[in-house]
């Protein structure tokens, strides 16, 4: 059912430093909320570089701040402008604050960084908080090691904030697969305002044409690194597997993912040219479709591409990263705990003779419909319904102040 909240706003944030994950689901949530809320308007401020790549539904638009990136060493620097980092973070704080002081949002949305980064939307938070907005901190299910997380949290002095600044605390998950605050020093205030969602259910595009290759008219694994920044481990691991054994019952469709770093890209598109049931794409915008044909996936368990696994039930490998964070690791570990996935653990191992077994065993296995976890994906249907009450209660205020 569509309700109609005329003139209301959301303003979401989402730094981005690094792959698809955080503007995939902030995109997610917005296009949610514009179909559940008729006259609501929902304004994205981003720091992806191929936020322009993606289609946008009506009344969901973005602002574009400069871009950084993180270095290996954990530093970041500029992405596209050569200033010093000092500069571009000032701009980025500059137009988040002004681009939230115009659109006058009634309820501000921010992923995952308590306080944006290095601390960019403390001054936006408190503006907005003064002016009687309502702010929420939205959380995927897991954001690290406990250890490493609280020692971020200490460091950026986070919990202050979490009491002060923000009125709830949305985890996109369910507690019976991970607590992404377990083992945070924080008060019981602010554990109270944590609501658990579920996870975010994902739909295929209502329109649009796809470039693709022929390939995905016939039954294919979809292997995918998300983003692709980190996700060479991946791919020459699947690709060794189909090097060893050129006749594997199902083809593969690879997609390498646009910040794959051009060298690897292309040392990865000529191994697969003299593979015969190997295809590569470098980047779909709608690799939900892609995943929607498969007959299974092969991924690195990223939030996002867990929820598309979900959603669209397919049964899947998952090959997590465990560095800079271990959060692919702990959602996988759990996720094939509880039967929805296998995980396939390249610290334990990446012998080529285990991702072939996997690969063979791949129809065989259960999609994660097969196991019952009651909300499991109720994500966005409770955001609708906690962003409504937000709205609700703000225009009774508003109501009761001019009367």
């Known amino acids: 059912m569509t309700s109609r909240v005329d003139g209301a706003r959301?303003?979401?944030?989402?730094?981005?430093t690094f792959g698809l994950g955080h503007l995939r689901r902030c995109r997610a949530i917005a296009h949610s909320m514009v179909e559940a809320y008729k006259g609501l308007s929902v304004l994205i401020l981003?720091?992806?570089p191929i936020i322009g790549s993606f289609d946008f539904r009506a009344r969901v638009d973005f602002v574009r701040i400069p871009g950084?990136?993180?270095?290996?060493?954990?530093?970041?620097?500029?992405?596209?402008?050569?200033?010093?980092?000092e500069q571009t973070l000032a701009m980025r704080a500059s137009i988040i604050q002004h681009t939230a002081s115009i659109f006058a949002p009634d309820v501000f949305l921010v992923d995952k960084e308590p306080l944006g980064l290095k601390g960019e939307v403390r001054d936006t938070l408190a503006m907005l908080k003064a002016r009687g907005t309502t702010c929420i901190l939205g959380l995927r299910d897991v954001m690290d090691e406990p250890l490493l997380l609280r020692r971020e949290w200490e460091r950026k002095k986070v919990a202050p904030a979490l009491e002060r600044l923000y009125d709830e605390i949305w985890v996109y998950g369910l507690p019976q697969i991970a607590d992404p605050l377990q083992g945070i020093e924080i008060s019981d205030?602010?554990?109270?305002?944590?609501?658990?969602t579920g996870y975010l259910p994902r739909w295929l595009p209502q329109s649009g044409e796809l470039n693709v290759p022929a390939l995905v008219q016939a039954p294919?694994?979809?292997?995918?690194?998300?983003?692709?920044?980190?996700?060479?481990?991946?791919i020459d691991w699947v690709l060794r597997a189909y090097e060893a054994v050129p006749n594997l019952p199902q083809r593969a469709l690879v997609v390498l993912g646009p910040f794959m770093p051009p060298a690897e890209q292309r040392a990865f598109q000529d191994r697969i040219e003299c593979l015969d049931n190997v295809e590569v794409l470098t980047f779909d915008a709608h690799v939900e479709v892609l995943m929607a044909r498969a007959s299974g996936v092969v991924a690195m368990g990223g939030y996002n591409t867990f929820c598309e696994i979900l959603s669209l039930d397919k049964p899947a490998i998952l090959v997590p990263r465990s560095r800079p964070r271990r959060e692919q690791l702990i959602r996988a570990t759990r996720a094939q705990d509880l039967g929805l996935v296998r995980m396939l653990d390249p610290d334990a191992g990446s012998s080529v003779e285990l991702m072939i077994e996997a690969l063979r065993g791949l129809p065989a296995q259960k999609p994660p419909s097969q196991v019952c976890v009651p909300?499991?994906?109720?994500?966005?249907?409770?955001?609708?319904?906690?962003v409504g009450q937000h709205l609700g209660e703000r225009a009774a205020r508003a109501q009761t102040s001019f009367a």
Do not use: C
Not at 10 to 16: A, N, R
């Open 220 to 234: 294919y694994v979809l292997v995918t690194p998300g983003g692709g920044g980190d996700g060479a481990t991946l």
């Open 10 to 16: 959301v303003l979401v944030y989402s730094h981005d």
């Open 46 to 48: 981003s720091g992806s």
């Open 68 to 85: 950084v990136i993180k270095l290996h060493n954990g530093e970041y620097t500029s992405l596209g402008l050569h200033i010093d980092l």
């Open 189 to 196: 205030a602010a554990r109270q305002k944590m609501v658990y």
């Open 375 to 386: 909300g499991l994906l109720d994500g966005l249907d409770k955001v609708n319904r906690l």
